[in-house]
């Protein structure tokens, strides 16, 4: 009895707290717009809206945000989730690597300063996981919109630095999913839809064959729907296991 106790008083106390980026369009004319980024997040803010495991409150949702608005929501978010919680961030736009490190354009981003003006978000993960209390993070990167962030201008494509993004995690319950390792690298559909964006809302409905639904069976879902060379960019740092919602089906 006590044990079973014991287990109830874990799941009653410990929370998954969400917070959803999309970053669809910009002040700089410069960028390329991309409405797909907003359809998408708000049919995943639906579909959470629908998982009884995740309470409502805990949903936090940033549209087009300026970096000075992601910075210190995501500050108070990890100061605040406690030690059993669960912090899941998903980001849906552009994105770039460069010199190791991980940019997120944000809608008040300058094409002419672009990596000094984006949300650096290898260095900002660092500074989070040294004042986070959570159990564990999950952090998804889509950035399946387009191949290119600028018209009139090209950004060195280089590939995102894994051995550095491994550091920075260590040895803490942390999985990050990115739709390519090129990060800004398009899965488009004929009518314009992001594939992978559709397999990763499927996959928290109709994957996993446990109670919850675990990040590698969300990675596993898509890559595994994917054509051979596109599944070859999908690319899960991090530790697999973090079980994230209630399994729907079960």
Request: aromatic fraction near 10%; glycine fraction near 4%.
């Amino acid at each position: 009895m006590a044990f079973l106790l014991i287990t109830l008083t874990v799941r009653i106390f410990s929370a998954v707290k969400v917070c959803l980026i999309s970053v669809a369009s910009f002040e700089d004319s410069n960028f390329y717009q991309i409405p797909k980024a907003l359809k998408d997040a708000n049919q995943f803010i639906n579909l959470l809206s629908k998982v009884e495991s995740i309470n409502q409150d805990d949903i936090l949702y940033l549209e087009n945000p300026k970096l000075p608005k992601l910075s210190s929501t995501l500050t108070k978010l990890f100061s605040e989730a406690q030690q059993n919680d669960t912090i899941f961030l998903y980001f849906f736009g552009h994105g770039f690597a460069e010199g190791g490190n991980i940019y997120l354009p944000m809608s008040d981003s300058k094409s002419d300063s672009l990596k000094n003006t984006s949300y650096n978000f290898s260095s900002d993960l660092k500074r989070l996981l040294e004042i986070k209390k959570a159990k564990e993070i999950f952090v998804i990167l889509n950035t399946s919109y387009s191949d290119d962030i600028l018209k009139n201008s090209k950004i060195p494509r280089e590939k995102v630095d894994i051995d550095s993004i491994r550091n920075i995690i260590s040895k803490k319950k942390v999985a990050i999913l990115l739709t390519s390792e090129m990060l800004n690298q398009s899965y488009l559909l004929s009518e314009g839809n992001s594939q992978i964006s559709e397999l990763l809302l499927k996959a928290f409905i109709e994957s996993g064959k446990q109670e919850w639904i675990t990040i590698q069976d969300v990675y596993e879902y898509v890559r595994d729907r994917l054509g051979e060379e596109q599944k070859k960019r999908l690319v899960l740092i991090g530790e697999s296991a973090i079980e994230l919602i209630k399994n729907q089906k079960q």
